[in-house]
Structures are given as C-alpha cells and as structure tokens.
C-alpha cells in the first residue's frame, strides 16, 4: 500500500507550470492571526483553509483568479489577485446575511477557535467526497470521536432510522439543531434489539449532506443554553449559502459478501449468505448493497444586497446487503433503501438593518428490511400459514418514512446595537410500517401476505424570540443574550388494518368478544397467533393523540475580562404542561496563556424532559422467550397496567456536567484534550419482561417505560492535527489523531417504583443493563494521514475501536431471577468482541477545474467485530451492532462536478 501511494503522488502531485502558487496571511482587525478561514478558488474545487498561525498558501489556475475568504463571525470577501501572488487579509467582524452563531456561544463575535468548550468543525461535504460514505451518521461515525452510530438488523424500526450518540449517551441525550434553530426529533422510540432501547433520537440521515457547509458538535452539556436534550451536547448543522453556480456528485459503490474462510466447513447447511451464496433472495453474488447516490446543489443571488437562495437535491438508492445467519435468522443485513431529499436555504435583506430568512425541506425514504424468519408448520412452528409457506417464511418490515421541516424569522438590527432574531419552525417525522411476505395465521389460507400495520408520528413547532447585543467598550467586550421560546408538541399513533393485529374465530371474525368467539386453533389444538408475522399492526386501542407545550426563558452573558481571559454564564427556566418546571444554569471559562496555550472549561446542570413516546407509546405483540411465543404488552406510561406494577408517572431526567480541557498550537501544529464528566439521574429505560398473566388484559407478559437507572460517563476526548506544505508549491501533507476514551457504568438500578420494590433482573437485568452501559467503546481512536496538491489527493484513515462485551439472547430466552442464576448465565452468555482496526481509503483526481474522480474503498481489509459465532447474538446474526458494523467492505467511485 505504501508503494501504491507513493507511485500515485510521483504520477499526480506534479504542479502544472501555467498555475500561479498564492500565499498570505489572514487577521483580524487587531492583526491576531486567524485559523480556519475557508479561502476558496471561486468556480472550482480548489480551496484549503489558513493553519493556526494564519497563513495559507494555494496553487490557483491563473494569476487573474478570484479568491474567496469567509469565516464565522466575519464578512466574507472575494480577492481578486490581479497578478498578486501574496495577500494580506484582514477580516472585517461582522454577520453575513443568513450567518448564524458558532454552536455554545450566544455571541455573534464568537469563533470557534476561542470558544471556552470544545467545538468540532466537520467540512460535511469535504468529509463526503473523500470517503463515499451515503449517510449523516457513517460520516460523523468516523470524523468524530465521540461519536457512535452502527446500522442495525432485525430491530424492528431501529433498522430504517440509525440510533446515534454522543459520549455514549442516549440518543436522545444530543440536541440538534438546524441553522441555530431546534430540529424535531424521530417518531420511533427504539425497543426491539437495538442500541438506544427506550430512546428516541433525531433522524440526522433524514438531511442530505450535499445541502450541508459544515457541522458543529459542541461535546459538552448545553440544557442551560438550549433547552431539553443536550445532556451530552448540541450537533448544529449549518446549511449552504453559496450563490456560485451549480455542484453535484455522482456515486457509485458495493459492499464485498465475503465474511472470510472456515465458516462453510464449519457450519454446513445450517447457516445462509455464507461468501454471497445460499442468500435468501436467491441469488448468488460476489458484491451486494449496490449504492446509487445523486446529488445537485444551486445557487443564486436575490436582488443586490446579498440576498440568495441554496437549493439541494438527493437520490440514493441502496440494496440490503446479507450476511449469515441461521435458519431462524435468514435475512440478517442491513436494509434496503429508495430516498429522495430537497433543501433550501434562503435569506433576502430588507433595508441594511433587517433580512427575512427561510430554510427547510423534505424528506422522503421507502426502506425494506428482514424481520426474523419463521419455521414450517411441520417443524412445530405454527406461525406460518402451510398453505402459504409450506417451508416457512421470513417476513419483511417495510416502511415509508417522511421528514418535512420548514423555518422562517427575521433578524434585525436596531440603532443601539441590540440584534433580534425572529424565528418559527415546524417539523414533522411520520413513519408508515407496511409488512410483506408475511401471514397472519388465524386467518390460516385466507389471510393475505401484506398488511398496512399502522405507525406513529410526531410533530413540533417551535416560536422563538431572541436578543443580543455585544458591548465592545466594556473591557476587551462583553456580550448578553437573552430570549424565550414556546413549543407544541404532537405524538400520534394511527391504527393499521384490520388483519395486522386482530385475532381471528374459528369463522374467520376478528375476535371482539372474548366469552362467546372460540379462537382458531391449529391442527394440534393450539391456538393460533394473531396479527402479521415480522411486525404486529397497531389496533384502534394502542391510537394515541397526545399534546403538550412548553415554555423556556434564558439569560446567558459572555464576559471577555481581558483578551486572554473569558467567563461565560447561562441559566435557564422551563415549564413543560405535563411534568412542571426545571431551572438550569451553566458557568464556562476560558484562558489563554500566551499565543499558543488555552486552558478551559466548564460546570452546568441539565435535563431531558420524558418524550411524548416514551409517556404514550404502547404495542401488543408477540416475543419469543424459551423457544415459546410469549404475548406481550408494551403498555404505556400512564397506563393502569402501569400503575398496578407501581411504575411511576415518568419524570425529567437530571444531568450535572463537568469538563476541564486544554489547546495548544504551533505553527502547523495543534492540539486539544478535553477530560469530562456526566452525571445522570432518572434515566428512562424500557423494562424487560414483568409476568402479566393474571391480570386479564390478553397479555403474558409486560413492560414499561421508566425512570430506571442513575449512571455516570467519563472520559477524554483527544484532537490532534498537523498540516505542512511541501516546497514552493501548494503541496501539502497532512496528519490528525481523534480520539474518544469512554467509560458508562450504572451507578443505582431504581427497582423501587412508588414504593414497590421490583425483582432488580425484571426490571433490568443485566442483558439491558450491557447493551447501556456498551452503547460506545471503550475507546475510538482515528489516524488521518493526507496528501494535496492542486490536482491529486489521497487520504488514508485507520480507526481502532476497542474490544466490546455485551450479554448475549440467552438472558432473554431463559432470564435469571436471582444473583446464583445471573451468575451461571454470565458464565456462557458473555460475548467478547476483540478490539478491531479498519482502514479507509481515497484517492482523488482533478480532471480539470469542473470535474473531480474520487475512488476508494471503507473497511478495505473486510473487517467484522469477532466474538465466538453461536447464533445466540441479540440480532441473531453474524454478529452485533457493533464497532464498524456488519456489511464488511464497500469499493465506491465518484464524479464530483462544478459549473
């Protein structure tokens, strides 16, 4: 591989002479260089960024190019070189139209560099082209170290809506916002075999990456500043705003079957998808998750005063992809999916005081995964409908997902300085389940094969009104903020049709009367199972149609003492209609000593106020524990089934977050260590499985949502990078290390509910209490190595994940009840995945100034998370969710254009 990328740097990396090399310098109005300043060749893909000391240099067409410089917090300007090959510029503080505030700080004056918390920058589209990667979550998977996001299988709606997290945490424990402003979240609350079980998360693969000009992830907690969620932290997706013509991509890429030797010998007929063969689909392939993506970005100008509009459009279409499993796990893989995204983003100014802004979009997915497979009759599983699946069968779930956002407002600027912003956003998430291949066997060989089973959907909209003023004469600058947001919320859960979920006489009538219908029974007497295999439809009695609304107030100031010293402070009061009120602060600081050391941290409260899934959300359906199939009622929070276990009514979960950290930087060289600690009371969990037979509402078993376990995470999140240019050229090398260091241990299991003291392995046992305490490894560490020229580029990563243990199915197939029996489970249900290495890798060439071919391949060397294959994985496949996954190696290609 070394000589590989030797021999392409020797064939690409030579400069060609009609090109001029531009160096310079960028500052601030105090001459203090700036890092980070996007400088770009205007109508191509040449750029690169000014290092720490700020200056750049650049290789451009000609000497008569136009260079743009932009950076947050300043005026963007456009530089023509007029036959000049060195620059000084000096940035102008100001806020272009549209430009909103670096996530953490309420300061338009604030940059990143200089923010007293750690703040990630990530170049989404940059990211993007060099990688191939399709989605949000796989990019930030691998750009992020603190971040952790794996594609799921046979979890039930956890397999079309990746479950995402920050430092381990929830996915719903991370804020996210879009331009500045709150984004909804998912309707689906993870329950079934997945990461996150109990949560439900925002739906970052539901915005298209080609709509994005850069993500910021402030890994630190932020409730004080901006309300429920952001107990880990705050994602701000900043959208485009250029006007310089059209962009777009093309890619093309495929995920290698092979899973290596020695399972085929081993295994024989009892395991499927083994090297492509065998698959359930029939066919034999040697590459499947065959990835289309399409993406187009416009942008044009709106009047004379810098109004624009940014328009993005996305297709992607992709394959399942099968991996092996046993009989009972025919289809484990990840999911099939045909989306298409639009975006835009827009600002037009009124006078030079005031600008009318407007962005959002929607999204719209059809996803096909396979659910677990079902035996044949006549291997005693009376499940399948003989007649319809004499072999038996595996069901598919899919399902139609829909995410529609809109948000407008006006900014203004008064004549004493006060900046007011105006802003209302509304968002909706609908998730549509439709089952196929599919029976529900007490219709026997009436019923049909596909059902519509219902779904859920939430909606929220979010009026804000914000004020800020930056005070430049008050020691080296003083900013408050303060404003007041109200916020309505709507869960829905809409029944499918009838045959979804009913269960049918022995005349083929939906049993409504218990006393007098006899059910239908199979060939042995037993009585047959109701609703559609794969997924059961939601009835007229699990509709919900719940509301509620909520009022939040903050005050956050941001004191600059001197130009090395920074204290910043927040505080927060929210009243929500269904649990009451929660007040919040935060204190952050920051010092710099000398030019090239900053010491910095923080203190702060939070919370996450319960969602309207996880109080409402309830489903009756069928589990397989012991090899039997076992009803059972997920039954709401507020439900006398609830109450009668003495669960109580959920409450806000309460977080305090410290954080102390440290930059350096030097020349080409920087470094940031950032050390944390989150405390989290009351954390929501779905319970396992309670004995409900003897409480006459058609169910053997029960679980509900509550506020379950008190848990601290720790741990160091590490940032470090060096850039240096090679010669007279714009040649240039570059090196970063990310990593996460990471521990969560559950600190108190609260099996006390209203005074009932509950079996602690009921409540959460210690199958759950792995899969919580593992949603991140241990550690994650990065290695980025880069080479650029004007022409070529290659970028190899290597990313370590560490080695993970969770607790395997057999917790849920004979559940411990006591400590001797959780002891001897223990002792043969662990499954241990081995720390694991995976290398990506690109290469990229600029045919000319308009196009650019990208190729490449993720996880070149085809690795899996290893443990011992037993079949007794909680997503009865391969393996689990963890580390880089289970789709093994992807090969792509990509044509990046511009005019």
């Known amino acids: 591989m070394k000589n590989l990328l030797l021999l392409l740097i020797t064939l690409f990396g030579v400069q060609l002479s009609a090109q001029t090399t531009v160096t310079g310098i960028v500052t601030d109005a105090n001459n203090e260089a700036l890092f980070g300043v996007n400088i770009l060749e205007k109508g191509t893909f040449n750029g690169t960024i000014s290092d720490y000391d700020g200056s750049f240099k650049l290789s451009v067409s000609s000497s008569d190019a136009v260079l743009s410089f932009s950076y947050t917090g300043f005026k963007a300007q456009d530089i023509a070189l007029d036959g000049k090959d060195n620059l000084s510029i000096q940035m102008e503080t100001g806020v272009l139209l549209g430009e909103v505030q670096v996530v953490g700080s309420r300061s338009y004056s604030r940059s990143n560099a200089d923010s007293p918390v750690a703040v990630d920058i990530i170049d989404i589209a940059e990211v993007a082209g060099t990688t191939g990667k399709s989605d949000i979550n796989q990019i930030l998977q691998y750009s992020a170290p603190s971040f952790n996001a794996t594609k799921q299988s046979g979890s039930d709606g956890a397999d079309h809506i990746d479950p995402a997290s920050l430092r381990g945490l929830g996915p719903d424990q991370t804020l996210v916002l879009i331009n500045g402003k709150r984004r909804h979240q998912s309707s689906l609350v993870n329950v079934f075999g997945t990461r996150g079980r109990g949560n439900s998360g925002t739906d970052l693969n539901a915005l298209p990456a080609a709509a994005i000009k850069r993500m910021e992830i402030l890994r630190d907690g932020a409730s004080a500043q901006y309300g429920s969620d952001a107990i880990a932290g705050v994602i ?26 020695g399972y085929e010998e081993e295994y024989g007929d009892a395991l499927f998808n083994i090297e492509g063969k065998e698959r359930i689909d029939g066919e034999e392939k040697s590459w499947d998750g065959e990835t289309v993506k399409i993406d187009l970005n416009y942008g044009v100008n709106i009047g004379e005063k810098g109004g ?16 092996p499993g046993f009989a009972w796990r025919q289809g484990y893989g990840s999911a099939a999916i045909d989306g298409f995204n639009f975006m835009i983003n827009s600002a037009v100014p009124l006078n030079d005081n005031t600008e009318l802004y407007a962005f959002g979009g929607r999204n719209y997915r059809d996803t096909d995964a396979y659910a677990f497979s079902r035996g044949s009759f006549d291997d005693g599983d009376n499940r399948a409908v003989p007649s319809l699946y004499p072999n038996g069968f ?16 006006m900014r203004h600027t008064m004549d004493n300085g006060w900046k007011i912003d105006f802003n209302n956003t509304s968002g909706n998430n609908t998730f549509h389940y439709f089952i196929k291949g599919t029976n529900n066997a007490s219709l026997g060989s009436a019923s049909p094969t596909e059902f519509d089973a219902g779904g859920h959907s939430l909606s929220m909209n979010t009026t804000g009104l914000d004020f800020s003023k930056f005070y430049d004469d008050i020691a080296a600058g003083l900013n408050v903020a303060f404003g007041m947001e109200y916020r309505t919320e709507n869960f829905e859960i809409f029944a499918g049709e009838e ?45 919900v149609d719940k509301n509620r609304t909520n009022l939040g107030m903050y005050l956050d100031i941001e004191f600059n003492a001197t130009d090395a010293f920074l204290l910043s402070g927040a505080v927060r009061y929210e009243n929500y209609s269904d649990f009451g009120e929660t007040f919040n602060f935060k204190l952050a600081s920051r010092y710099k000593i000398g030019s090239n050391f900053t010491l910095r941290g923080s203190v702060s409260s939070g919370f996450r106020a319960p969602s309207l899934a996880q109080i409402h959300y309830n489903l009756l359906f069928n589990n397989i524990v012991a090899g039997s199939s076992v009803r059972t009622l997920l039954a709401s929070n507020t439900s006398t089934v609830a109450k009668a276990f003495g669960i109580g009514a959920l409450q806000e979960e309460t977080a305090f977050n410290t954080g102390i950290g440290l930059t350096y930087r030097n020349g080409g060289f920087t470094a940031t260590i950032d050390a944390y600690n989150i405390t ?9 499985n309670f004995d409900a037979s003897d409480l006459g509402v058609g169910a053997e078993a029960a679980q509900f949502f509550a506020n379950g376990v008190n848990t601290q995470t720790q741990g160091v ?20 290390l990310a990593g996460n260091i990471n521990s969560t241990e559950i600190k108190d299991i609260i099996n006390t509910q209203n005074g009932k003291v509950l079996n602690p392995f009921t409540f959460f046992g210690p199958f759950s209490q792995a899969y919580l305490e593992a949603a991140a490894p241990d550690y994650k560490f990065g290695l980025n190595l880069g080479y650029s020229s004007s022409k070529f580029s290659a970028n190899i990563s290597l990313t370590q994940f560490s080695e993970v243990e969770l607790q395997d199915f057999q917790w849920v197939d004979s559940p411990a009840s006591n400590q001797a029996e959780a002891d001897a489970l223990r002792s043969v249900a662990t499954d241990i995945y081995k720390a694991a290495m995976v290398i990506d890798l690109s290469l990229s060439y600029n045919i000319n100034e308009k196009l650019k071919l990208t190729i490449g391949g993720n996880n070149i060397l085809n690795e899996y998370p290893t443990p011992q294959f037993d079949g007794w994985t909680d997503q009865g496949g391969f393996n689990d969710s963890v580390q880089m996954g289970a789709d093994g190696a992807y090969w792509f290609g990509r044509v990046g254009f511009k005019f």
């Open 717 to 736: 999140d590490i940032v470090l990078s060096y850039k240096k240019y090679l010669g007279a050229g714009s040649n240039a090398i570059t090196v970063g």
């Open 394 to 409: 595996t069901p598919r779930i899919t399902s139609i997902i829909t995410d529609a956002s809109v948000s407008a407002g």
């Open 236 to 261: 701000n997706i900043v959208l485009k705003d250029q006007t310089d013509g059209v962009t777009g991509s093309v890619t093309y890429g495929a995920y290698s079957t092979g899973v290596g030797e």
């Open 680 to 688: 989290v009371d009351d954390r929501i969990i779905l319970t396992d």
């Open 499 to 543: 045959g979804s979920y009913a269960l049918y006489d022995t005349l083929g009538v939906a049993i409504t009367n218990p006393a007098i219908q006899v059910p239908a029974v199979d060939a042995n007497g037993d009585q047959l199972p109701s609703g559609s295999q794969g997924f059961p439809g939601y009835s007229p009695a699990n509709e």
């Open 308 to 323: 624009y509009a940014n328009f993005t459009t996305e297709y992607l279409s992709k394959n399942r992809t099968l991996r």
